[in-house]
């Protein structure tokens, strides 16, 4: 069975960083693109970034310069630093996996991250 599972939100000050991690198993992760996606109430799911198997990257305008997304696939395991967080910035956090049909099909369940001073 395919497990997709974020970890490492939580409450930080504007300014502040957190590093959110999500482990994933069950499909051939190396060659898989995975994806970070927000969601706020009232608000459409956004896509934050993106990493293909050789480890290129798309990030969403607002976050570039502030978020890195990176893998390690001996780990099963990839990551978003997000630097010079914003209030704008919270939401939950969904770590997606399996690109599919242009739709990622594979979700974890989400980790809350909150930027309040």
């Known amino acids: 069975a395919v497990e997709v599972a974020e970890s490492g939100g939580g409450l930080v000050q504007p300014g502040g960083s957190l590093k959110l991690s999500c482990v994933a198993s069950?499909?051939?992760?190396?060659?898989?693109?995975l994806a970070w996606y927000r969601e706020v109430p009232g608000k459409e799911r956004e896509q934050v970034s993106q990493?293909?198997?050789?480890?290129?990257?798309w990030y969403l305008d607002s976050v570039k310069d502030r978020f890195t997304m990176s893998r390690d696939n001996d780990k099963n395991t990839v990551w978003l630093q997000m630097n010079n967080l914003k209030t704008k910035d919270t939401g939950v956090y969904y770590c997606?996996?399996?690109?599919?049909?242009?739709?990622?099909?594979?979700w974890g369940q989400g980790t809350q991250v909150t930027v309040s001073s």
């Open positions: 069950g499909f051939a992760f190396s060659g898989e693109e």
């Open positions: 997606a996996a399996g690109f599919r049909w242009n739709r990622f099909i594979y």
């Open positions: 990493i293909n198997g050789g480890g290129g990257t």
